[in-house]
């Protein structure tokens, strides 16, 4: 992770694909506290990305987030 010229918490995700088609994603990163409560969440969104390819994306907090900060996969739908 690291804090962009904004404030914002940003954090690289590597999204691949496993399946047999193109598929698109949906991924919902939180960014929570030392203490596991959630300080802030986004949804990244990937367009299609081919059988057997990887992509990276980024997810960026709304809030400008201090102290320790973890960014985890919440959730991620393939569609």
Same mark, same amino acid.
């Given at each position: 992770m690291t804090t962009g010229t904004d404030g914002k918490t940003l954090v690289q995700l590597t999204v691949t694909n496993?399946?047999?088609?193109?598929?698109?994603y949906v991924i919902q990163v939180n960014f929570t506290d030392g203490n596991g409560k959630v300080l802030d969440a986004t949804a990244v969104t990937v367009p299609?990305?081919?059988?057997?390819q990887s992509t990276q $994306?980024? =997810?960026?907090?709304?809030?400008?987030?201090?102290?320790t900060v973890k960014?985890?996969? $919440?959730? =991620?739908?393939?569609?």
């Open positions: 496993h399946g047999q088609q193109s598929y698109r299609d990305l081919a059988a057997g $994306a980024s =997810a960026s907090s709304h809030l400008d987030l201090s102290g960014a985890e996969v $919440a959730n =991620a739908v393939r569609y």
